[in-house]
């Protein structure tokens, strides 16, 4: 505060007010915000000294402005739109622009800037034949997003991704193998990805590819209309009739936080990286467990229902690894959690209030539940059911500088056991490092302690609970809660539910070189359910058919074929 004083006098006196309740609308609120959050990032990189990294981190989000206003006023306001006949074809165009950029790595960064220079800015009167050349780049750009080789130069580009119409018969787009009934549903094969064992599959999307959603936006928060945040209405100003439902039947709530996304993304379209995260953790602390590949509320709250919404789900973890990824990343998150002066209330970690609560389940509601009630001053114990492994004591202890030295490969990583559903029901497409994030965040509080292992109902029952001074008992289990399908012989040989495989999986860590865990499948596999739970079974049940392969060849190499044959019963 006396830091924000001597910067911005006026701005402290705000907060101030904001803190002591003064009322405010939300447009008035998230101003007051966005004024702050640079102020904040600013301390932020004063404490930890990396102004110039942050600087540079600002510079990289910046880099990609030209493609984006190349893509808004060229390919949006002009090649799309562009209807004279076109002689040429698009190699001869393409191999003149070629010449016009001379040689670059990115091409498409070159050829905005390129473009930019035709249509807008100073420079033009100097350049020759204007005129030809813009008609050129526009037949050219045209063509990029008609013809097929053109498409095909200019793939991945974010400058030629368009939003699509939303079919929601067929979000996914599948076809049938030469039309014949029988034969499997299968999506473009441009679009599928190669999977071999379990290492990270999703490397999310390009900085530039963010960016480019950033621009999407509309930034809705000054006129109340982020219903990616607040839920879309069934009428505006009518909040009585609730909120409308898409044609899948969804009821379109938006975050179910409430995150502030459209200030996040005003942000992050300045390359604030750090103010950025802080609005995104001012309702939701916890990031590192949503975002890509975790939830998608938010998109189908946006105000594009009938074409693509706006990414938010891949800007968000973006937003997250921009951080970490600064000097310090780590630290920053972490301090975060525990203090970030945008947040109204629990703005700052409470000391010990002398209640103590127990938490059931340390999946995302108990490990929500166990942030909020130790920054109320609570002591927290969690535990859970399934085994979980304690930090190195260095990470509690020492400051981590590098993200990188948090990070572990997915498929050599140790299974800490922690996060319930996200660490044992997610696979590979979902990064679980950042569920090593959040067990460092909670686990560092002095007002916190985890055991695994203990359930409750089990190793502990209630009255344990309050026989050992417990004041609360929060019962976070949800997920966990396990289920026999009543089908006739579905727990016979060589039948498996999918969530107790792909838990087995996971907990034991089968699919690691390393593990010895003992778990056989044989392909082909038939999975029923088409569901998330049968759609990760599918994958993975896959993967791993190789990696048991891979293992028990290196097995009969290293022992000999004979000690491995020997030691199998009649029915391996
Ligand atoms: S994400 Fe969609 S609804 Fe939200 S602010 Fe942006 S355009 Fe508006």
Redesign the pocket.
């Known amino acids: 505060l006396s830091w924000l004083s001597r910067q911005a006098p006026t701005l402290s006196q705000r907060l101030l007010d904001y803190r002591a309740g003064v009322p405010l609308n939300p447009l008035d609120s998230s101003t007051l915000l966005l004024d702050l959050a640079p102020q904040l990032e600013r301390y932020i990189a004063e404490l930890f000294g990396i102004a110039a990294e942050l600087a540079a981190t600002r510079a990289a989000a910046l880099s990609h402005d030209p493609v984006l206003r190349f893509k808004e006023t060229v390919v949006l306001k002009q090649a799309r739109r562009y209807r004279k006949p076109i002689t040429a074809r698009f190699t001869e165009l393409d191999a003149w622009l070629s010449t016009q950029i001379g040689a670059t790595e990115d091409r498409e960064l070159a050829v905005a800037n390129y473009a930019l220079r035709l249509f807008e800015g100073a420079a033009q009167p100097e350049i020759d034949d204007l005129d030809t050349k813009r008609e050129r780049l526009l037949q050219w750009a045209a063509l990029a997003l008609t013809d097929s080789t053109g498409q095909t130069a200019v793939r991945g580009w974010s400058s030629f991704t368009l939003p699509q119409r939303i079919d929601h018969a067929n979000l996914v787009p599948l076809t049938q193998a030469d039309n014949e009934r029988l034969a499997p549903l299968q999506s473009d094969p441009a679009d599928l990805r190669r999977r071999d064992g379990f290492a990270l599959t999703d490397t999310r999307a390009t900085a530039r590819e963010v960016q480019s959603e950033v621009a999407?936006?509309?930034?809705?928060?000054d006129h109340e209309?982020?219903?990616?945040?607040i839920g879309f209405p069934e009428k505006k100003g009518k909040p009585e009739l609730g909120l409308k439902h898409d044609p899948l039947n969804n009821i379109l709530t938006g975050c179910p936080l409430e995150e502030k996304?459209?200030e996040m993304?005003l942000l992050k379209k300045d390359g604030h990286t750090i103010a950025a995260l802080a609005m995104a953790m001012v309702d939701n602390p916890m990031l590192p467990a949503t975002g890509h590949r975790i939830c998608n509320d938010?998109?189908k709250?946006?105000?594009?229902q009938k074409q693509d919404?706006?990414n938010?789900p891949q800007v968000e973890t973006r937003v997250l690894m921009d951080a970490l990824e600064l000097p310090w990343g780590v630290e920053i998150y972490d301090l975060l959690t525990r203090w970030n002066p945008l947040r109204r209330e629990q703005y700052l970690l409470q000391p010990y209030n002398g209640r103590k609560v127990l938490i059931a389940g340390l999946g995302p509601a108990g490990f929500t539940m166990a942030h909020h009630l130790t920054m109320e001053g609570c002591s927290v114990v969690g535990i859970d059911g399934l085994k979980i492994e304690p930090l190195p004591q260095t990470l509690l202890e020492q400051p981590i500088r590098d993200w990188s030295s948090l990070k572990e490969p997915l498929d050599e990583r140790i299974l800490y056991g922690f996060g319930g559903v996200a660490e044992y029901g997610i696979t590979v497409r979902w990064d679980k490092n950042f569920l090593k994030l959040i067990y460092l965040s909670l686990a560092r509080r002095q007002c916190f302690q985890v055991y695994g292992g203990v359930r409750l109902g089990g190793t502990i029952t209630l009255e344990d609970a309050w026989a050992l001074g417990f004041d609360h008992v929060c019962i976070a289990t949800g997920a966990g809660y396990p289920r026999v399908i009543h089908i006739g012989n579905s727990l016979a040989r060589g039948m498996r539910q999918a969530n107790d495989f792909l838990m087995a999986l996971q907990l034991t860590g089968a699919g690691k070189a390393s593990s010895l865990a003992n778990l056989q499948v044989r392909l082909p596999a038939v999975v029923i359910g088409g569901g998330l739970t049968g759609v990760d079974t599918a994958t993975e049940v896959q993967a791993y058919y190789i990696k048991q392969v891979e293992k028990i060849l290196l097995r009969c190499e290293t022992l000999g074929i004979d000690t491995v044959r020997a030691r199998l019963g009649p029915e391996d």
């Open positions: 999407y936006c509309k930034y809705c928060h209309g982020d219903f990616c945040s996304i459209s993304h938010c998109m709250g946006c105000i594009y919404p706006v938010i």
